[in-house]
Nanobody
Framework: QVQLVESGGGLVQPGGSLRLACAAS????????MGWYRQAPGQQRELVAT????????NYADSVKGRCTISRDNAKNTVYLQMNSRKPEDTAVYYC???????????????WGQGTQVTVSS
């Protein structure tokens, strides 16, 4: 079993900041990459940011570049998303994703957290 547990969502005012965290646990052999996606009401799930575990290289959606920073703590199997200068259009459910290989399996698969609501409103 693998679990991804997100935390840090909530209500934030426009221009404010929020930090999300996602911890992976369970029978994990190796985590190759982790990331954050979001889904607004009536919209498809979209990429926010990803980070490669070993190299630390990152990728951001154009809509959040310069306002978000993704980071990871490999020792804790945890990924963070620091979000600054929040806009109302950032309101969405934010999902953590991990591309990892479980113990006893031959290759990696995608795993998802349950999602955490982020609402940007005054």
């Amino acid at each position: 079993q693998v679990q991804l547990v997100e935390s840090g969502g909530g209500l934030v005012q426009p221009g404010g900041s929020l930090r999300l965290a996602c911890a992976a646990s369970g029978s994990i052999f190796n985590i190759y990459a982790m990331g954050w996606y979001r889904q607004a009401p009536g919209q498809q799930r979209e990429l926010v940011a990803t980070i490669i575990s070993i190299a630390g290289s990152t990728n951001y959606a154009d809509s959040v570049k310069g306002r978000c920073t993704i980071s990871r703590d490999n020792a804790k199997n945890t990924v963070y998303l620091q979000m600054n200068s929040r806009k109302p259009e950032d309101t969405a459910v934010y999902y953590c994703n991990a591309f990892l290989r479980r113990m006893g399996e031959n290759g990696p698969s995608d795993y998802w957290g349950q999602g955490t609501q982020v609402t940007v409103s005054s």
